[in-house]
């Protein structure tokens, strides 16, 4: 073999050899770049299905916004570029006037269909995600025709020496004025007054007195807003208390201590403290001892009050409370005086719920 043949087979020794190495090189720098890709591509994706789901969020805030200044309409698509290729839009449907009857109560557009059922969509890129919510109307305490208001259909019983009052009575216990007088218990349509009647038992001396006969039973004229009144409550400065027995104050009317209680649960009060303004309980209420209470009771299931205690204002019961039980000397009477100074304390904010994604 001549040297310009050893010289020739082995640049060509070489390059085969730089072929046999370079070759899977780069089959695995392909193959990691094409990951790569992939990897970037599905981040890339995942980040524009944030952003496109903040944007639908953001469009409900812009609902709340509105309905809180007085502009949402029903049916109008309100749509808002929010910069960076990112976009919004949301459609609100008003509920209490939409002839449905949108919480299968059997009425319809009744005071607690006042919401609004808002869908929003965001969109970023490729990405589209879609949200649903109720944007619920703040509700007012009503204008108390009972001292009790009783949403459902409960079974009633009074006994030893207990009073349902609605004589208007006065913060430290004086009588008010006669003409603010108003029925002792009442329930909303479509249950009557001759249901509520059929569902009551006396017991002992008990009485329920007011404006009407005695037993001073009765009907509002027409559904109360509940769901705008809890929603209402929720978006006050709140003290939560753990649901289970509790011997503490709420408050103290004397002392102008008012405020805003939640239980989400059942509670026994007990002992001999004071408490006022609202006290929210999602469960079973029992009150016994010798408690005080000063302001508006929202209780969503049973009520039992035993003992000497003193509810001075009014109670509301909600649809799902199956019984209301009044024992020993336990008092329940209205006051004009402690209802208005609960009144101030419950913003008039639209708030959120149900905020839920739906499909495409």
């Known amino acids: 073999m001549s040297p310009s043949q050893r010289v020739e087979y082995g640049r060509g020794s070489i390059l085969t050899t730089l072929l046999i190495v370079m070759v899977p090189l780069m089959m695995i720098v392909t193959a990691a770049t094409t990951v790569m890709t992939g990897r970037n591509d599905k981040l890339l994706r995942s980040l524009q299905e944030q952003k496109a789901l903040l944007a639908a969020s953001a469009a409900i805030e812009q609902a709340v916004q509105s309905a809180q200044a007085g502009t949402l309409r029903s049916g109008e698509q309100v749509d808002t570029d929010l910069g960076n290729g990112v976009h919004c ?44 919510a109720t944007i619920i109307e703040p509700a007012p ?20 020496t207990s009073l349902v009052s609605g004589q208007d009575t006065r913060i430290d216990g004086r009588r008010a004025a006669a003409v603010n007088d108003v029925n002792g218990i009442d329930t909303e349509p479509p249950h009557t007054a001759t249901q509520l009647r059929s569902n009551y038992t006396q017991k002992g001396s008990s009485k329920v007195i007011g404006k009407t006969g005695t037993p001073s039973l009765g009907v509002l004229a027409a559904p109360y807003n509940l769901p705008g009144l809890i929603a209402t409550t929720r978006i006050a400065h709140v003290t939560e208390l753990p649901p289970g027995t509790y011997s503490g104050s709420m408050g103290n009317a004397t002392t102008n201590a008012w405020q805003v209680t939640q239980v989400l649960g059942d509670l026994h009060w007990s002992g001999s403290k004071t408490g006022a303004g609202i006290l929210f309980v999602t469960g079973d209420l029992q009150i016994t001892g010798s408690i005080h209470w000063d302001g508006v009771i929202v209780v969503l299931g049973k009520l039992e009050m035993t003992g000497s205690g003193i509810v001075n204002g009014a109670v509301i019961q909600g649809h799902s409370g199956t019984s209301i039980k009044m024992g020993g000397s336990a008092t329940i009477r209205y006051s004009t005086e402690a209802i208005n100074r609960v009144r101030t304390m419950l913003p008039q904010a639209f708030s959120v719920d149900g905020w839920r994604e739906i499909g495409q």
């Open 89 to 132: 839009s949301y459609l609100a449907t008003y509920l209490g006037n939409d002839r449905d009857d949108n919480d299968g109560d059997g009425l319809v557009d009744e005071a607690d269909e006042r919401a609004f059922e808002v869908v929003a969509e965001g969109t970023h890129g490729v990405a589209r995600r879609r949200v649903a």
């Open 141 to 160: 305490l009503p204008v108390f025709l009972a001292t009790i208001l009783a949403l459902g259909q409960p079974q009633i019983e009074t006994a030893g």
